[in-house]
């Protein structure tokens, strides 16, 4: 499965963004998704995964309350909604596709990644 992420940009503090994760090729609906993010000089970490029916969702706890993530398996794709966002949101998201389930933050589960998409919030 290929994956294209979309929807970063340069928001306010506060402000909203909603990311995009199109997935081409079958079985989307097998896959459960992932978001991870890697600022400057950081590891990657994880943010958000959803389940494969997408009944199940997991938030790192730095975003839980603000991101919401679900999915759209007739669409193939899945999204992550960023609201309130912060300063320290500021890094390049990827999502990520995973046959596995459970673990979902750990990142060397994840066969298949997109190219990532630039969030930048200002102060």
């Known amino acids: 499965v290929q994956l294209q992420a979309s929807g970063g940009g340069l928001e306010q503090a506060g402000g909203s963004l909603r990311l995009s994760c199109a997935a081409s090729g079958r079985s989307f609906s097998s896959y459960a998704m992932g978001w991870f993010r890697q600022a400057p000089g950081k590891e990657r970490e994880f943010v958000s995964a959803?389940?494969?029916?997408?009944?199940?969702?997991y938030y790192a706890d730095s975003v839980k309350g603000r991101f919401t993530c679900s999915r759209d398996n007739a669409k193939n794709t899945a999204y992550l909604q960023m609201n309130s966002l912060k300063p320290e949101d500021t890094a390049v998201y990827y999502c990520a596709a995973t046959l596995y389930s459970g673990r979902y933050s750990d990142y060397v589960l994840y066969s298949y990644w997109g190219q990532g998409t630039q969030v930048t919030v200002s102060s």
């Open positions: 959803i389940s494969r029916d997408g009944g199940s969702t």
